[in-house]
């Protein structure tokens, strides 16, 4: 056996023991740290002065990970809110391939998600993929050296069990970035333990919306529970239904108070009901598919 079949034969049973461990998760690991816990980052940021370097936090990926440029971090985000990836790994693994002059070097995707097959009956059609993601200015400039790469990361992650996508900031729409990255702020440790207040306005906001069970806004919405508690006490939570996706709007428009919006299901994504004909939910539009 070669390198090139050993490393397909280790990377085919990393994965099939993330599926297990996705699958029968019993809490022994936190879920969103099963993906770091089974492919660990293989490679350190790069030193480089290009790019926007840091650190996002993202639960999905387990908490705080590295990103080497901005529009990095943007994707990172995006997987975070995207309902359907289950988790994501940066720098998780290592591609073998040959150079020029016979030389065996290592190419790493920046990072791969794995899809929940909740919304698909023949379970997770788009999992796992791996991505590159570079500027479509950094792309053209180093094609010469990141073809042989990526040409090899597609032939090698293919017999892998993997899909391989190169990922460029045109598949990113400035608004809905700009809505999720505010809706972001209201998920997280804050918003996962309930007083019993806040689970009285969170219940009253919902029952609000089924009550009338019409289209509304924002403001509207925050009149019909202004009896509950103070305004400051109920944004929070009003926000929060929207990160959790129970109440839902076109993202790719500017969010304001008075954006109209509706209730897609009753306890977020674990939830949801995909909506009626319309199908109106935006997560579902081809303009916002950012994998296709």
Known sequence: ???????????????????????????????????????????????SNRGTKGHVHCFKAGGHVPHESDVERKFYKLMEWDYSVETFVVQPFKVPYRLGNGRISHYTPDCFAISSDVFLD??????????????KEQLAEEWSDLKPKLRAARSFLSESGFRFRILT??????????????????????????SAKDREIVDRLIWAVKRSNDDFTPRELLHRVKDVATRGDVIPWMW???????????????????????????????????????????????DNYWRR
């Open 1 to 47: 056996m070669n390198i090139r079949e050993a490393a397909i034969q280790e990377l085919r049973l990393r994965r099939q023991r993330l599926v297990q461990a996705l699958a029968s998760s019993d809490g022994a690991v936190p879920r969103n740290k099963i993906g770091a816990s089974i492919f660990p980052m293989v490679r350190q940021p790069s030193t």
């Open 122 to 135: 023949d379970g997770p059609k788009y999992a796992p993929t791996a991505f590159e993601i570079k500027t």
């Open 169 to 194: 900031e045109d598949r990113i729409h400035p608004q809905f970035l700009e809505n999720v990255e505010f809706l972001l702020g209201y998920r997280g440790p804050r918003f996962m333990i309930r």
């Open 240 to 286: 929060n239904l929207y990160a959790d996706y129970v109440f839902q709007c076109d993202l790719l428009v500017p969010l304001t108070l008075d954006t109209v919006s509706w209730r897609v299901g009753d306890a977020g994504s674990g939830m949801l009901n995909l909506g009626g004909p319309d199908n109106r939910a935006d997560w579902r539009q081809p």
